[in-house]
T-cell receptor, first 115, second 112 residues
Framework: GENVEQHPSTLSVQEGDSAVIKCTYSDSASNYFPWYKQELGKGPQLIIDIRSNVGEKKDQRIAVTLNKTAKHFSLHITETQPEDSAVYFCAALNSLSGSARQLTFGSGTQLTVLP | DTGVSQDPRHKITKRGQNVTFRCDPISEHNRLYWYRQTLGQGPEFLTYFQNEAQLEKSRLLSDRFSAERPKGSFSTLEIQRTEQGDSAMYLC??????????FGEGSRLTVL
């Protein structure tokens, strides 16, 4: 099955700086890669996703890049703000698989933005 | 609010008791998922419904766990004879498209 590794497990940045979180996946057939933000006591919230037919996607201050050859993808947050502090999870999915259509999540990154 | 709704949000029970969680998905979503999340970990897949059919179950879903989605709308997850190792956040998610999951706030279970 799919295995997703996420680094770093914790990340502290100064407000206004950029933050980068990286994930690698094992199943070369995976073709959908979402990122979730989870605040304390809440469920994960989808913030951005990318499919394997594109290499980069941006939405305001957040962007995701995908390198299919190396089987890794990254989340980039620019101009970080204190409200960006949360746990971020990457995930991977092979949406064409006839059986395992569930997301496999990384172990999470606790991002702290220091004012 | 038209998001995924879960009930109860918190449940404390004694070992050996049965508990049931309910999930109401986003109304037009035909796919419904249950995940389990323990502290410091990402969500782990438990089971998946498409409409009322339970199409996939994880090996994590022991025979003490049962999930239903009787009319293809809300779903229940029951845990029988709870054990301390069952303590976790149980997350429900729904989707219209494969992969684009929208999660509820979760039901936190504490087994004493």
């Amino acid at each position: 099955g799919e295995n997703v590794e996420q680094h770093p497990s914790t990340l502290s940045v100064q407000e206004g700086d950029s933050a980068v979180i990286k994930c690698t996946y094992s199943d070369s057939a995976s073709n959908y890669f979402p990122w979730y933000k989870q605040e304390l006591g809440k469920g994960p919230q989808l913030i951005i996703d990318i499919r394997s037919n594109v290499g980069e996607k941006k939405d305001q201050r957040i962007a995701v890049t995908l390198n299919k050859t190396a089987k890794h993808f990254s989340l980039h947050i620019t101009e970080t703000q204190p409200e960006d502090s949360a746990v971020y999870f990457c995930a991977a999915l092979n949406s064409l698989s006839g059986s395992a259509r569930q997301l496999t999540f990384g172990s999470g990154t606790q991002l702290t933005v220091l004012p | 609010d038209t998001g995924v709704s879960q009930d109860p949000r918190h449940k404390i029970t004694k070992r050996g008791q049965n508990v049931t969680f309910r999930c109401d998905p986003i109304s037009e979503h035909n796919r419904l998922y249950w995940y389990r999340q323990t502290l410091g970990q990402g969500p782990e897949f438990l089971t998946y419904f498409q409409n009322e059919a339970q199409l996939e179950k994880s090996r994590l879903l022991s025979d003490r766990f049962s999930a239903e989605r009787p009319k293809g709308s809300f779903s229940t997850l029951e845990i029988q004879r709870t054990e301390q190792g069952d303590s976790a956040m149980y997350l429900c998610a729904s989707s219209l498209l494969v992969g684009e999951l929208f999660f509820g706030e979760g039901s936190r279970l504490t087994v004493l």
